[in-house]
């Protein structure tokens, strides 16, 4: 089946940093990707939509200059977390979709200190 | 009034118990409805979708979809410790840009 591999699993930085997290689609191309945040014992929450070749179109109330995405290839979406603070840990999931079902990367533990 | 409603739990059963999972839905455009299953710190694993109303099955696993009540299921038989975990439904309407739109999820332990 599908395959969307996820990196890193986990990554603790120092406030003010700048985290990237990669999103590769293994056996199929994917023009589009989707990122997510998940908070503790919470639903997914759509933060935006990555296109191939093109700009990525953001959730109300997500910051796009925080939270730059480039979707540079078809097996390739990345999400950067700029300036990153305490407030932007969290568990980041990307997704990408095949057919039908979409697949779930396993997802990007972000811890600011 | 949120367009998904799944019960959050926590749901407890005993192992061989068979469990059920529910999701209401509040827009009829929805085509394609999903479940998902996700263990701590994992992301989401496909169990199952399914395209209008009816029934599908897969091994211990299955789905039921009624959209004249706007009510889907998912039934697992036999259920196993290594159940245990999130259960998230999803729904897509084509027409939504290829969004899904989750359910809150419902935390399951099979307890042995």
């Known amino acids: 089946g599908a395959v969307v591999s996820q990196h890193p699993s986990r990554v603790i930085c120092k406030s003010g940093t700048s985290v990237k997290i990669e999103c590769r689609s293994l056996d199929f191309q994917a023009t589009t990707m989707f990122w997510y945040r998940q908070f503790p014992k919470q639903s997914l929450m759509l933060m935006a939509t990555?296109?191939?070749?093109?700009?990525?179109?953001?959730e109300q109330g997500v910051e796009k200059d925080k939270f730059l995405i480039n979707h540079a290839s078809l097996t390739l979406s990345t999400l950067t977390v700029t300036s990153a603070h305490p407030e932007d840990s969290s568990f980041y999931i990307c997704?990408?979709?095949?057919?039908?079902?979409?697949?779930f990367g396993s997802g990007t533990r972000l811890t600011v200190v | 009034q949120k367009e998904v409603e799944q019960d959050p739990g926590p749901l407890s059963v005993p192992e061989g118990a068979i469990v059920s999972l529910n999701c209401t839905y509040s827009?009829?455009?929805?085509?394609?409805f999903m479940w998902y299953r996700q263990y701590s710190r994992k992301g989401p694993e496909l169990l199952m979708y399914t395209y209008s109303s009816g029934n599908k099955e897969d091994g211990r696993f299955t789905a039921q979809v009624d959209k004249s009540s706007k009510y889907i299921s998912l039934f697992i038989r036999d259920s196993q410790p290594s159940d245990s975990a999130t259960y998230l439904c999803a729904m897509l309407k084509e027409t939504s840009g290829s969004r899904l739109t989750f359910g809150e999820g419902t935390q399951l332990t099979v307890n042995p």
């Open positions: 990555s296109n191939e070749g093109s700009k990525a179109t953001y």
């Open positions: 827009n009829s455009a929805f085509q394609y």
């Open positions: 997704s990408a979709r095949e057919r039908v079902g979409y697949t």
